[in-house]
């Protein structure tokens, strides 16, 4: 582990029944280093995230966050820990403000307020302060979760899919927000998305998942150049579809 690593990941894996989703998978992600979990549909990017965030025990390997193991040390570790996902909207009978609230409360922020009122600004949610989240459509509770992910500063931010329900502008403004915010408060970010070209903007480093295991990981940039493929999204149909043809084109 070197200086700058914020997550570290080794042999982690997770066995149902007879079948591994995660199969003794090692990575790290480093201070202000953005770094994309790829992988068809099933390949353990969802599982893995929850791993590293505590909600599911893993059938072996390690997960140390901030150098720490985050069996023995998960309440001090997730104060600076933060995660957002298409599928985990914030409760939709509170406002925005009171969610907002609630969290920060949770959280323990300093100047709360303040920062809630930063964050409505941020994400265009001021208009949605005193609305009930449940009723927003599918994008602005896609932007609650974002302001709610950030509202601890966190060091560590795990997203899962957190573009997929914004339109085009807004996924745009977003990953340029969280791009800054990563560089700004040196946070590691570990991001699933199915958008390749997204992914080619956004991350610095890709890890490639397929049934539970990592089949290649780099900088998309000089991945897509090595195999000889158009894009990222070649790259990725390839790996999906033929996973042992990339010995062959490379
Ligand atoms: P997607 O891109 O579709 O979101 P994913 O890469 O996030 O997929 P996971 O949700 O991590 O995939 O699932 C990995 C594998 O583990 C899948 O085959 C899934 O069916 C299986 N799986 C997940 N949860 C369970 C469970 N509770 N019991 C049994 N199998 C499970």
């Known amino acids: 582990m070197d200086n700058q690593s914020i997550l570290e990941v080794?042999?982690?894996?997770?066995?149902?029944?007879?079948?591994?989703a995660v199969d003794a998978i090692s990575f790290s992600v480093r201070a202000g280093e953005i770094v994309g979990l790829l992988g068809p549909n099933g390949a353990g990017k969802t599982t893995t995230i929850n791993m590293i965030l505590?909600?599911?025990?893993?059938?072996?390997?390690?997960?140390?966050?901030?150098?720490?193991e985050l069996k023995r040390n998960r309440g001090n570790i997730m104060e600076r820990v933060n995660f957002a996902a298409i599928y985990a909207h914030v409760p939709?009978?509170?406002s925005v403000w009171e969610n907002l609230y609630i969290f920060g409360l949770?959280?323990?922020?300093d100047n709360l307020k303040e920062k809630i009122s930063m964050l409505l600004k941020e994400f265009s949610l001021e208009e949605f302060a005193d609305t009930k989240a449940g009723i927003l459509s599918s994008g602005e509770?896609?932007?609650?979760?974002?302001?709610?992910?950030?509202?601890?500063?966190?060091?560590?931010?795990?997203?899962?899919?957190?573009?997929?329900s914004l339109d085009p502008s807004t996924a745009l403004l977003t990953r340029d927000k969280i791009r800054k915010y990563a560089a700004?408060?040196?946070?590691?970010?570990?991001?699933?998305?199915?958008?390749?070209?997204?992914?080619?903007?956004?991350?610095?480093?890709?890890?490639?998942?397929?049934?539970?295991?990592i089949l290649?990981?780099?900088?998309?940039?000089?991945?897509?150049?090595?195999?000889?493929?158009?894009?990222?999204?070649?790259?990725?149909?390839t790996?999906?579809?033929e996973p042992l043809s990339l010995e062959i084109t490379s």
């Open 141 to 164: 509770q896609t932007r609650v979760a974002l302001a709610k992910a950030m509202i601890n500063t966190p060091k560590l931010l795990l997203l899962d899919e957190p573009t997929a």
């Open 10 to 20: 080794k042999g982690l894996t997770k066995i149902y029944g007879t079948a591994k």
């Open 54 to 68: 505590g909600v599911l025990e893993p059938s072996g390997g390690s997960v140390e966050i901030f150098r720490n």
């Open 239 to 241: 790996i999906a579809r």
């Open 184 to 213: 700004h408060e040196q946070a590691a970010i570990l991001w699933t998305s199915h958008n390749m070209h997204e992914v080619e903007v956004v991350c610095d480093r890709v890890l490639f998942l397929s049934h539970g295991r």
């Open 92 to 94: 939709g009978n509170q």
């Open 216 to 237: 290649l990981e780099g900088n998309p940039k000089t991945l897509t150049r090595e195999y000889k493929k158009k894009n990222l999204e070649e790259l990725f149909i």
């Open 106 to 109: 949770l959280y323990g922020v």
